[in-house]
T-cell receptor, first 109, second 113 residues
Framework: GQSLEQPSEVTAVEGAIVQINCTYQ??????LSWYQQHDGGAPTFLSYNALDGLEETGRFSSFLSRSDSYGYLLLQELQMKDSASYFC??????????FGTGTRLQVTL | EAEVAQSPRYKITEKSQAVAFWCDPISGHATLYWYRQILGQGPELLVQ????????DSQLPKDRFSAERLKGVDSTLKIQPAELGDSAMYLC???????????FGQGTRLTVV
């Protein structure tokens, strides 16, 4: 089976750094992706990790530890527009793409 | 810019009626996904296609839901009969191949009354 757990909510102030964690149980794990979804919108791709380590894309970075079945998304220099839901998603057996429970990020002034 | 097209955007139907959703993926994308998303939850995979073949439909309620992608391009998801609990956002996504970025359509919001 496949399951991914994330904190349900995170609050941070504008300009700060926030980390959103994800633990997964995925058969035939291949990689971990992160998606952002604003209220009323569709999920959009942020990053992908297939190997252990840190991937950096502008203000966003994503980390994966395959041995710990764990990853995180790091958002730096938070802006109000970063207020959204963030989902980790794993690729597993038969390349099935399974999403986590989601973390709602609220950025405050 | 290429995008995943879905229709309709909104659908209201009475319980026990049939309803269908259509998805046209980005041209050339071999992998197509249908997800159901309930407000406040993550997308739940209903069915995944690789070209015209079903890769996974383990979470598809097969007694009432069906999906097809006959020519390996566009796809249709059908519910018959609809139940109140089917009210949700139905999202279609596509990717060039497996284990690559998935692009989502704007979804169909279904309300069953």
């Amino acid at each position: 089976g496949q399951s991914l757990e994330q904190p349900s909510e995170v609050t941070a102030v504008e300009g700060a750094i926030v980390q959103i964690n994800c633990t997964y149980q995925t058969s035939g794990f291949y990689g971990l992706s992160w998606y952002q979804q604003h209220d009323g919108g569709a999920p959009t791709f942020l990053s992908y990790n297939a190997l252990d380590g840190l991937e950096e894309t502008g203000r966003f970075s994503s980390f994966l530890s395959r041995s710990d079945s764990y990853g995180y998304l790091l958002l730096q220099e938070l802006q109000m527009k970063d207020s959204a839901s963030y989902f980790c998603a794993s690729s597993g057996t038969a390349s099935k793409l399974t999403f986590g429970t989601g973390t709602r990020l609220q950025v405050t002034l | 810019e290429a995008e995943v097209a879905q229709s309709p955007r909104y659908k209201i139907t009475e319980k026990s009626q049939a309803v269908a959703f259509w998805c046209d993926p980005i041209s050339g994308h071999a992998t197509l996904y249908w997800y159901r998303q309930i407000l406040g939850q993550g997308p739940e995979l209903l069915v995944q296609f690789q070209d015209e073949s079903v890769v996974d439909d383990s979470q598809l309620p097969k007694d009432r839901f069906s999906a097809e992608r006959l020519k390996g391009v566009d796809s249709t998801l059908k519910i018959q009969p609809a139940e109140l609990g089917d009210s949700a956002m139905y999202l279609c996504a596509s990717s060039l191949m497996v284990n690559t970025e998935a692009f989502f359509g704007q979804g169909t919001r279904l309300t069953v009354v």
